[in-house]
């Protein structure tokens, strides 16, 4: 099977879809801020209710960006590192999960009271099962975790996805039938979840990984046939604002018990988001160039560290505050949100961002120098073989 035909490289505009996505998911709990005694959390308040599709937003691109890199690591290389490949993620990801875990079972353990629920619940975080444990009914306490689900449903997926498609790639004929078989297998996601919702209750639905790998996977989808198909059609840009404004239009009016998301809503919403990422990355539009505005970058860039943090603090603040206005206390729930989210990022998040790029240049440089002396090795066709002695044609040992 061919390499990638067009590489990524960095699209600022992916940043901007970022902040998109994170500015939904905090709309919606600020609304829950609105109400006295309503935590965030899924019951969705009264502004911007269906904010949580952001998180299907989020999904999309990270199967698109993940699925890309491996396929272009795979073409460098002959194969995908593993190793690297979760060692990478861990730098990404860990780091800031810790300044989490740590920091809401200090405010728990303050507390008093429900500190063992919660470790339970910090184990489940750690080893990327929330989901699950949320699924099974196992108490966790309440305070600053339950948001975690949807990372342990992109953990599980890229644990999984490396090795799948490795497998697919070897297996199938034509990347045509690698396409065709995301598809399938999201499809089928979908089916799933339809039938999960009607069995066990649309919270079961909305959380497993079986049921909500259909956005991953048509983020992957997308991957291979931009990679390896050469998919990348220039009026796909003209569909970046409306697609863009269907999952706003949606994220405002929709309600998360609503029977039609389980029943292909979900699903339609990938489709969506993957034909935003599509136009995204393909030729430039107002739209795309207001997408890659610095602004809308930077609030991208810290998009991971914010879907974090701000959940326990406005979870903190509307226990605290119950008192006071809903407008004091989404104030101060953004304020305080604000300085953690930033302090985090600069002082936790960039510096282990900083190693995992020193390390990944590191790789290069080395791949790069063996590449070299490999071809310095190799006869020349039809001539004398070359020099075989590295030190003596590099100055290298």
Same mark, same amino acid.
């Given at each position: 099977?061919?390499?990638?035909? &067009? ?15 994170i500015?939904?998911?905090?709309l919606? %709990? ?10 965030p ?15 299907d ?12 890199l ?12 593993l +190793?690297?490949?979760?060692e ?5 990801? /860990? ?19 429900g /500190? ?12 990327y ?11 966790t ?5 339950? %948001? ?7 953990e599980q ?6 090795i ?6 070897f ?9 065709a ?16 919702? @009607? ?17 991953? /996977? ?9 990679s +390896?198909c ?7 840009r ?5 697609? +863009?404004?269907? &999952? ?9 018990? @609503?029977a ?15 034909t935003v990422?599509?136009g995204? &990355?393909?030729?430039?539009s ?9 602004? +809308?970058q930077r ?10 943090? %701000? ?7 509307g226990?605290?505050l119950?008192?006071?206005?809903p ?17 985090c990022?600069?002082?936790v998040?960039?510096p ?13 440089r080395?791949?790069?120098? %063996?590449?070299? /002396? ?13 020099d075989?002695?590295? &030190? ?6």
């Open positions: 099977m061919r390499s990638p035909s &067009i590489r990524l490289g960095h699209q600022p505009a992916l940043d901007g879809l970022r902040a998109v996505a500015v939904l998911v905090v919606e %709990h600020t609304g829950d801020l609105l109400i006295a005694d309503d935590p959390g899924f019951s969705g308040g009264p502004f911007m209710p269906g904010g949580f599709l952001g998180v937003l989020f999904f999309v691109l990270s199967g698109f960006l993940i699925t890309t491996l396929l272009e690591e795979r073409a460098d290389r002959g194969r995908v590192g +190793l690297a490949f979760y990478r993620r861990a730098l990404r990801l /860990l780091p800031a999960l810790g300044v989490l875990l740590v920091s809401t079972t200090v405010w728990v353990a303050a507390a008093g009271d /500190l063992r629920n919660h470790l339970r619940g910090v184990a489940g975080a750690a080893a099962v929330s989901n699950w444990l949320l699924s099974a009914s196992v108490d306490g309440d305070f600053g975790l339950g %948001h975690l689900w949807s990372l342990a449903v992109e997926f890229y644990l999984a996805w490396p799948l498609l490795t497998v697919v790639l297996v199938a004929r034509t990347p045509r039938s690698v396409v078989a995301c598809v399938v297998i999201a499809v089928l996601a979908a089916v799933q979840r339809s039938r999960v919702a @009607d069995s066990a209750g649309v919270l079961d639905a909305y959380v497993r990984t079986d049921t909500r790998a259909d956005g991953l /996977l048509i983020g992957g989808a997308l991957a291979v046939a931009r +390896l050469g998919f990348a059609p220039r009026w796909s003209h569909l970046v604002l409306p697609g +863009l404004c269907v &999952i706003v239009t949606l994220a405002a009016t929709t309600a998360f018990t @609503d039609w998301l389980y029943d292909g809503g979900f699903f339609v919403v990938a489709v969506v988001s993957g990422v599509c995204a &990355i393909t030729g430039t107002r739209t795309t160039r207001v997408l890659a505005s610095r602004p +809308l609030v991208g860039s810290y998009s991971y560290t914010a879907y974090l943090l %701000h959940f326990p603090v406005f979870q903190a603040v226990d605290r119950s008192d006071a206005g407008w004091a206390r989404i104030g101060f729930a953004w304020a305080i949100s604000l300085v953690a989210i930033t302090a990022h600069r002082w998040e960039q282990f961002l900083d190693l995992k790029e020193r390390r990944s240049d590191a790789r290069s080395s791949r790069s120098r %063996h590449a070299q /002396l490999e071809r310095e090795l190799v006869p020349e066709q039809g001539g004398p073989a070359r075989a002695d590295p &030190i003596d044609r590099t100055g290298r040992p």
